[in-house]
């Protein structure tokens, strides 16, 4: 067949058959969407962190509760040879594409090499100090490769570039054991971690002192080896350290490792500028390194000229332009010593982009698979070859960064000018990039120091746009760390957005930054902290009316108050206690407080008076008022009935004084107000008033039955003699001055409590009414249609009535009013 014109079964779309039919999937689907993207599901993670089991939801905020019983994990379990080796390869820096880079030597580190080795294979403990471009993590590597078998847990790399103590000890667990979806809390990894032997080696630590002393003590069985610079703080004076200095290296071996970077020999006046640039440099690898990519650089160039030699006639025929002249002059002493710039003016526009990018993001190169979307170019991946070439970035853990000086020299070079507008657009990516489902948490860890950068960068920024952005980038980025059990950097990104989006005035966001941030306190055990930040995003997302977030706010707080030992729901002492949902008033908080006897002198109790107990007036009052206090939604209700009682005594009262016919001989007085403390129910009709010819109290709000067995009203001057009533007091007809009008008592208390002197009453000459007055035991409300006349309704004369009987009964006798009829 044509090989232009192929059938379609060359290509398999030969649609006859059901191969033709499981075709790519068509994007026709997508059309009807007019632009807008189809919602993704959210990634949601069930972790183990200690005994709770964590939930973490990006939309709406993770949950934590108690883990229930069955649903602990199993307990880790150590790697095997060949998972470690898989981990550590995996954990390595991806291999920059484009041509391989020259493998350089070890020079002048013999000596150190082995003894390091010694001290690691007798169980101590090494810290190598060298400044930075030393060469500390190339001796790193040898070392490590020949203590290969000296541990029962072979060899763990860790990276100490702004981790703390807790981070490079969960780190040593996650290397050794296998515990997908766990992570134990603080007491667990310090049972897990005390067991494991191994030789670990820790590049770029920023520990020292009391940090790093609190390592070794927590891993007895291991061997560290640390690389540091001076400027870290120095170990403890009694920490079990050895320490090994490491110094530059040699003019002979400068040049030497500078003709490994070329590739060829160096020439005289290249060996005594070389010699030259020892000096300057102290020897330091790294700066022959980069003096080495200078000169090769040179001979590129110089080899582009070459090409162009046949193009003299007409330089426009050139297929690049007109290259640099052939006489290129080598690098001044200067430029040797800081090459960055220049190294960067002769590299690709994708790599100086990528250098541009790495300034605004603190010194952290993105990932070669972003530089297609940052920079915009799909080869943008390849730069990343040129860097590393250069000797301009250098590996740190998972990923590289730029290599000692480089980022102070590119910013005095102008690669700093733009480096907001850099910044926001990286963490716009990321953004993106950190909330898509497909990316898994173990990719968004290994790029955390990138995100956290240009989250950092944005954070402080004064552009409009820049807050809200970072508030995006961390919302993103905190439930993937989470989920990788990353608990550092997802504290970072939380305290990062919380910031953000406190400047950029969002407060949903700011209140979903506070819960996570309460939830995290609570999985490290700062119960205090975490209390705090679940109390103010509460409060927030109650403003917003967010119950749902709200509630799990609560949620989690009561979590805390359990583990804390406090009760979930206390009310302190004096504060209001919240309604019953009954109709029946609620106990102060305290509890009612017992009656205290107001006459603790009155012992004798052997005689029992049933009749209606009248309310005390003073000390009575005091102690209702202690109650009321207590019970601060009665006192409304009291007032309210209090009133009532006052309104409608006086209007019976006012009806039982205007049908009198001699209204000149009452003399009625108002000598005591209502009040509505006096009790629960209102006014009663039997307070006591004070009798000033006896000294004694007496009821005055009940009338008493005449000769004739008819009624009189209390509102009478003077009430009939021979009268008794259980309560009352009876007196003679016509007291005189020397002979006061009393009545004998056997000591039983009055109604109100209160013991009434024993006093003689002359006898009467007519006998008392058979019938007996009835009493009662309960106070009933007085109603204006009740008739006066009758006994067992008279008693409900309130304030005005007793304190017109009072008056009465102080003034003397008064006219007969026994025939006077009843009042309607």
Not at 47 to 60: A, H, Q, R
Not at 97 to 126: C, F, I, K, T, Y
Not at 443 to 455: F, H, K, V
Not at 571 to 597: I, L, N, Q, W, Y
Request: proline content about 10%; overall charge negative.
């Amino acid at each position: 067949m044509d090989p232009t014109n192929r059938g379609p079964e060359e290509y398999g779309n030969d649609r006859s058959g059901d191969d033709g039919a499981r075709r790519r999937q068509s994007r026709d689907p997508l059309t009807p969407d007019f632009g807008h993207q189809t919602p993704q599901q959210s990634r949601t993670v069930q972790l183990i962190s200690g005994d709770f089991l964590l939930t973490v939801n990006p939309v709406d905020g993770s949950e934590i509760e108690p883990c229930r019983p069955g649903e602990q994990p199993d307990a880790p379990v150590r790697h095997t040879a060949a998972q470690r080796v898989e981990r550590e390869r995996a954990a390595a820096p991806p291999v920059p594409p484009g041509p391989p880079a020259p493998q350089m030597p070890l020079l002048e580190r013999q000596d150190e090499r082995e003894r390091l080795v010694r001290l690691l294979a007798r169980g101590r403990s090494v810290c190598l100090t060298g400044p930075a471009g030393s060469g500390r993590t190339a001796l790193l590597d040898a070392v490590a490769a020949d203590c290969a078998d000296l541990a029962p847990d072979g060899v763990v790399r860790l990276s100490g570039h702004k981790r703390t103590t807790i981070d490079l000890l969960y780190g040593l667990f996650e290397a050794v054991h296998r515990a997908p979806l766990h992570r134990p809390d603080r007491e667990g990894l310090l049972a897990l971690v005390h067991g494991v032997g191994a030789v670990v080696v820790v590049d770029d630590l920023e520990l020292g002192g009391a940090a790093l002393q609190e390592l070794l003590d927590a891993t007895p069985e291991c061997a560290f080896l640390f690389a540091t610079t001076p400027d870290v703080p120095s170990p403890a004076a009694d920490a079990n350290l050895e320490e090994v200095f490491l110094t530059g290296l040699g003019r002979s071996a400068s040049i030497e490792l500078m003709e490994h970077v070329v590739e060829r020999a160096l020439t005289d006046e290249e060996a005594n500028w070389a010699g030259d640039l020892w000096f300057e440099s102290e020897g330091l690898p790294l700066r022959f390194v980069q003096a080495g990519a200078l000169l090769r650089q040179r001979d590129d160039l110089r080899t582009g000229q070459d090409a162009f030699d046949g193009y003299d006639d007409d330089p426009a025929d050139a297929p690049f332009g007109r290259a640099e002249p052939a006489d290129l002059p080598l690098p001044s002493l200067g430029e040797g010593a800081a090459p960055a710039a220049l190294l960067a003016s002769r590299l690709s526009e994708a790599a100086r982009e990528t250098l541009r990018f790495a300034v605004a993001l603190g010194g952290e190169v993105p990932h070669q698979a972003h530089l297609p979307a940052l920079v915009g170019d799909t080869h943008a991946d390849a730069a990343l070859g040129e860097l590393a070439l250069s000797g301009l970035l250098s590996p740190a853990g998972p990923r590289y960064r730029l290599a000692a000086g480089v980022l102070t020299q590119l910013e005095a070079s102008g690669y700093g000018e733009s480096a907001d507008a850099h910044a926001r657009s990286a963490a716009q990516h990321y953004a993106w990039w950190a909330g898509h489902p497909s990316v898994t948490p173990e990719r968004a860890i290994a790029e955390s120091d990138a995100l956290l950068a240009s989250m950092t960068r944005l954070v402080p920024g004064e552009t409009p746009g820049q807050a809200s952005v970072a508030v995006l980038l961390a919302r993103s980025a905190a439930p993937a760390f989470a989920a990788g059990m990353q608990w550092g950097a997802w504290e970072k990104a939380l305290r990062a957005g919380q910031e953000a989006a406190r400047i950029a005035g969002e407060v949903a966001e700011e209140a979903y930054f506070h819960h996570e941030l309460g939830v995290l306190a609570l999985c490290t055990g700062h119960l205090d902290r975490a209390r705090a930040e679940l109390e103010a995003s509460i409060g927030m997302r109650g403003a917003l009316a967010d119950k749902a977030g709200a509630v799990a706010g609560r949620r989690a707080l009561a979590l805390v108050a359990d583990r804390s030992g406090e009760p979930v729901h206390s009310t302190p002492a004096g504060e209001e206690v919240p309604a019953p949902r009954h109709d029946e008033s609620a106990s102060p908080p305290g509890g009612t407080p017992a009656a205290k006897p107001l006459f603790p002198r009155l012992t004798d109790t052997s005689a029992t008076l049933i009749s209606r107990q009248a309310p005390a007036a003073a000390g009575a009052s005091l102690g209702r008022m202690g109650v009321l206090r207590g019970a601060r939604r009665n006192l409304v209700a009291v007032g309210a009935g209090a009133l009532l009682a006052a309104v409608l005594g006086t209007v019976v009262t006012l009806g039982a004084t205007s049908g009198s016919e001699d209204p000149e001989g009452q003399n009625v007085t108002t000598e005591q107000s209502a009040d509505e403390d006096d009790s629960e129910s209102g006014l009663s009709a039997d307070e006591p008033t004070e009798d000033p010819a006896t000294g004694g109290r007496t009821p005055g709000g009940s009338p008493s039955p005449g000769t004739s067995g008819q009624a009189t009203p209390s509102g009478s001057g003077t009430p009939s003699p021979g009268t008794s009533e259980p309560g009352a007091s009876p007196t003679s007809g016509t007291p005189s001055s020397g002979s006061p009008s009393s009545r004998p008592t056997s000591g039983n208390p009055s109604p109100t409590g209160r013991p009434t002197k024993p006093t003689t009453t002359p006898p009467t000459t007519e006998p008392t009414p058979t019938e007996p007055t009835p009493t009662e035991t309960t106070p009933t409300e007085p109603t204006p249609s009740e008739p006066t006349t009758e006994p067992e309704t008279s008693n409900s004369a309130s304030g005005p009535a007793e304190s017109a009987t009072a008056s009465a009964s102080s003034a003397g006798p008064g006219p007969d009013t026994s025939s006077t009829p009843p009042v309607a």
